[in-house]
């Protein structure tokens, strides 16, 4: 049954063909981990939203929040104006972040935050008398769909390959995951550091590049090797933030603190659009000056938007109030028991699972559509992509939801 408003003469949808796309499913309400379909069938979530609603949805917490927030001041302009959300807010991920990475800058998105990390990085030099031009980003890695994001994703597999000799081009090198390829990285930088402004990684998960897994050694490595060559490092945290990768932050598995770090999807709980891109010490002093031109010039219209950090700050609060880290530490066990039978399916690679996050690696593209199909007339919401099916629940999800994903994917690769 489809609902009388729903059809495709109006919207343009996300990542799709519009000439063959299916109708999208109709949602009404969504709460905890289940999201409940016009025809009245519930669908269980094994996606979050991409991976926002890490207390599933319409957590009573936030709900309330936001809500006391909207009658009180739905938004007031950030420059020049100030609400206790915000700088709230900005206090408290300044306590929750390692180091010295104090400084906060509120935007409205993902890709913003990145666009906001790049442009401190460039800056950072340009205020010392250096034109640094260029990125170093990984193969496999993903930060947004905006121009400069575009160009530090893969280029290969990334969903923006058509985009290659449009976008500025940038330095994507493999992940450092073998003595060679450290050697090999150090040699780079040290030929071409005078160009690169920073390092930019997505720390021990790259997410919509493929929920590819590297080991938290990685990342030290990484560290040593900007140090070495006086480089930034930027971490996009901004799939694996907030017990994603099984702790708050994943920097926190490695011991590394970056010289920025981007924040969103979870930031909120997935209620409320709001990114933020941290800075240390170091980095923001560079910005201190007489001259007025050395400041950050950005400045978002909707920035620090107060329903946004009303909601982030109650998300943060949940994470003391309830055990989601626990949870996430949880879900990687039973994902690992539960995935780990699908080696034996047909077309099946590998299996992975890191905190709750749980891969079925195919060995080719899936036919993501029907796929999605055969999930939806099963009860579940499982949206493969690329050559991957993968689970990344609301860390709320109680076992036995979790056990009837991991039935359904079982049951869709054994042809079911
Ligand atoms: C989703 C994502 C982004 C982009 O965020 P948007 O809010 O979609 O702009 C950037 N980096 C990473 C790692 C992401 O997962």
Redo the contacts with the bound molecule.
Sequence with gaps: MTPPWLNLDHVWLPYTQMKTADLPVPVISARGVRLKLADGRELIDGIAS??TACHGYSHPHIVKSVAEQLEKMPHVMFGGLAHEPAYRLASRLAALLPGDLNHVFFS???????EVALKMAVQFWLNQGQRRTKFVGFRN??????FA?MSICDPEEGMHKLFRGVLPEQFVVEIPDSAEKRMQLDHFLAQNKNEIAAVII?PLV????GMKFHDACVLGDLRALCDRHGLPLIF?????GFGRTGTLFANEQAGVVPDII?L??ALTGGAV?L?ATVATSEIFNAFLSDDSEAALMHGPTYMAYPLGCAAANASLDLFVSEPRIAQAAAIEAHLREELTPCRAAPGVLDVRAKGAVGVVQMDRPVDAAALRARFVEKGVWIKPFGDIIYLTPPLVIAPQDLSALTRALHEVLHGR
């Design positions: 991409w991976w409205e998105s993902g890709s913003v935050a990145v890695g993903y930060h947004g769909d905006t994001t997505e790259q997410g919509a590049g996009d945290e901004i799939f694996t981007c969103s999807k659009p990114a």
